[in-house]
């Protein structure tokens, strides 16, 4: 879990790195600013993969293309050798320089090629143009409020509400749905001027203009599958120890939180059948 923020159309350093204060809790680990061009980009890291090497905002190899992302990307081991392929140096060992290299590669289409959980945002200097993309089930948060020309963006609502012109006007609809349901749906929030990114959609800012499409949908099958109750338990616990195994991936220690119920226990099931290696630990 990290925290991004940013303003696009302004240039602000005291300001954004104000914002990224405000969600310290979610990266301990350190922090990065960009401010230039007429964007501000901050980060505050979680450290999970390449530790000591992934330090945000990444850049492309000729600084045309930077990133600050939270979430982590099972598949980049997979999709590193096919961006060498085509060409891009790698600087670092971590999952978040992929997506540089394929909006380089794909621009927006990038997206599709992720298998992960994800908010990033993507400055193309060249362009002057921020995307903002939120993963498919929208698992990673991701913030945004227009003000003017303005583009502000974070990981959660609090550093928003630090940028002049963001009123804390509350929405008295999103507040009837919250005491109903105990959650506001999105895009609304609390806040009349901040809005949820959708999950599966992607905001683009170019010379003050912002558009916000969907880029991915659920697709169910019109036709029922017939399978029985042995071949069913068979294909679930091949998807189940996938999904854990690339949940594993990881350069720190890992924990798993037990609530005692059915689904923790199985998510549990698969790495304590097969725990990972202990590292030994150099004796002096």
């Given at each position: 879990m990290c925290g991004i923020v940013g303003l696009a159309g302004v240039e602000d350093g005291a300001l954004v790195r104000r914002m990224a204060a405000s969600v310290a809790h979610r990266g301990p680990d350190g922090e990065g600013f960009f401010v230039g061009d007429g964007v501000s980009m901050?980060?505050?890291r979680l450290a999970i993969i390449d530790v000591p090497g992934s330090d945000q905002p990444i850049a492309s190899e000729d600084?045309?293309?930077?990133?600050?992302?939270?979430?982590?990307?099972?598949?980049?081991?997979?999709?590193r050798p096919l961006l060498e392929k085509r060409g891009h140096g790698f600087r670092t060992a971590g999952d978040t320089e992929t997506v540089v290299h394929l909006y380089e590669e794909y621009s927006d289409a990038g997206v599709h090629l992720l298998r992960g959980m994800f908010a990033y945002a993507i400055w193309d200097r060249r362009r002057r143009r921020l995307l903002l993309v939120r993963d498919r089930l929208g698992i990673k948060p991701l913030y945004y409020a227009e003000i003017g020309r303005t583009l502000a963006f974070a990981s959660e609502l609090a550093p928003l509400l630090a940028?002049?012109?963001?009123?804390?006007?509350?929405?008295?609809?999103?507040?009837?749905?919250?005491?109903t349901l105990q959650y506001v749906p999105g895009p609304a929030t609390l806040v009349r001027s901040v809005h949820k990114l959708p999950p599966g959609h992607c905001l683009a800012w170019e010379d003050g203009r912002v558009e916000v499409r969907r880029y991915w949908d659920l697709v169910l099958d019109a036709g029922e599958r017939r399978l029985d109750a042995g071949a069913t338990a068979v294909?679930?616990?091949a998807l189940l120890e996938e999904s854990v195994a690339l949940h594993r991936i990881s350069d720190v220690p890992l924990g798993v939180l037990l609530s005692g119920g059915l689904d923790s226990a199985a998510v549990t099931a698969p790495p304590a059948a097969h725990p990972r290696p202990r590292r030994r630990r150099n004796r002096r």
């Open positions: 901050g980060v505050r600084g045309g293309v930077l990133t600050v992302f939270n979430g982590e990307i099972y598949n980049y081991r997979e999709l940028v002049p012109g963001v009123t804390r006007t509350l929405d008295p609809d999103a507040l009837a749905q919250y005491l294909e679930l616990r």
